[in-house]
């Protein structure tokens, strides 16, 4: 029984002289050279891509603004001629992976769009946004859901 627990602490051993740590040093230090809300600022131009909740695809030209308003709060700006989208609402801007995120979860007096909405900004300045909105046409009340791509 004594060999069989030598050989057990022998293999435990030898099992841990094999064992490394890895260097925690993998990726460096970000620096941002402004705050989230100055740095994601500007107008952004795309298209919006608007499906119905039967599935009909349409595309229009438009636009996101983002104003910096204050620590961690951006006014979003969300315009589509072709769909009559026009309302601006304040968000929670941040550093995300060398880009920025953004969005608003509470409908509330702030938020004029009246739903919540989110987004990406990436190191290059391409904007992705989506968000479903309940809009009437004709009689009948649809629901949309909006996805915009654009770049600064």
Known sequence: MKRFIYSVIAMLALGCTFVA???????????????????????YSGEWTRTSDDGTVEAFPGSITLTAAGTNATNVTFTCPGTSLDATSMAN????????????????????????????????????????????????????????????
Request: hydrophobic share 30%.
């Open 21 to 43: 740590c890895g260097d925690d040093n993998d990726d460096p230090s970000i620096s941002y050279t402004s705050s989230a809300e100055q740095g994601s600022a500007g107008t």
């Open 93 to 152: 801007v941040w550093h995300a992976n060398y880009g920025y995120q953004f969005f608003n979860q509470t409908v509330s007096a702030e938020n004029k769009l009246g739903v919540a909405f989110s987004g990406r900004i990436d190191e290059a300045g391409n904007i992705n946004a989506s968000f479903t909105l309940s809009q009437r046409v004709g009689r009948k009340n649809y629901d949309f859901k909006y996805e915009f791509i654009g770049k600064k």
